[in-house]
């Protein structure tokens, strides 16, 4: 998915990021004006020239642009590969010195594929290490686990990570 001169682009922000940057433009953040922003993102002519994959947001991924072409489409049309975000946020991790673990191993075989059928590529799953508190032991076991999972789940449906 990687060549020279071409990055993946990170566009994979929840409904609230992507709200804090419509508000910083006097936007509300609604469901119409999240789909202006992204496709001005998607469909920017020469965007594949420097971009080889994109990660969406679920919401993203489902979406059609104003002139009806789905997002995925408009990427794949310029030879980017879309991702998908799959893990479901962040969680306070038990017995840890107030570290975190990513939820979203429950169900996710199902949403791979459909993630697939709505044409993702490829996943991304977050993984956070508390290096000032940490990383415990259990964090760090807590991790691997999470990663090696996720991983095994993408991969038995069709997705690269």
């Not at 697939?116 to 686990?145: D, L, M, Q």
Request: aromatic share 6%; with cysteine; net charge positive.
């Amino acid at each position: 998915m990687a060549s020279p001169g071409r990055g993946l682009l990170a566009m994979d922000e929840s409904n609230a990021t992507v709200g804090k940057r419509l508000d910083s433009i006097g936007l509300e953040n609604n469901e119409t004006n999240r789909k202006a922003y992204r496709e001005m993102l998607v469909s920017t002519k020469g965007l594949g020239q420097y971009i080889s994959g994109a990660i969406l947001f679920e919401e993203t991924l489902y979406q059609s642009g104003n002139n009806g072409r789905k997002m995925v489409d408009m990427l794949t049309e310029q030879g980017i590969v879309p991702g998908i975000k799959v893990d479901k946020g962040l969680a306070p991790l038990a017995n840890s010195n107030g570290e975190q673990w990513a939820q979203g191993l429950d169900g996710l075989d199902k949403r791979c594929a459909e993630y697939y059928k709505a044409g993702a590529r490829f996943a991304k799953w977050r993984s956070v290490v508390s290096i000032p508190n940490g990383p415990s032991t259990i964090a760090v076991r807590e991790s691997a686990y999470g990663l090696a999972r996720y991983a095994a789940t993408c991969q038995c449906k069709g997705m690269q990570i």
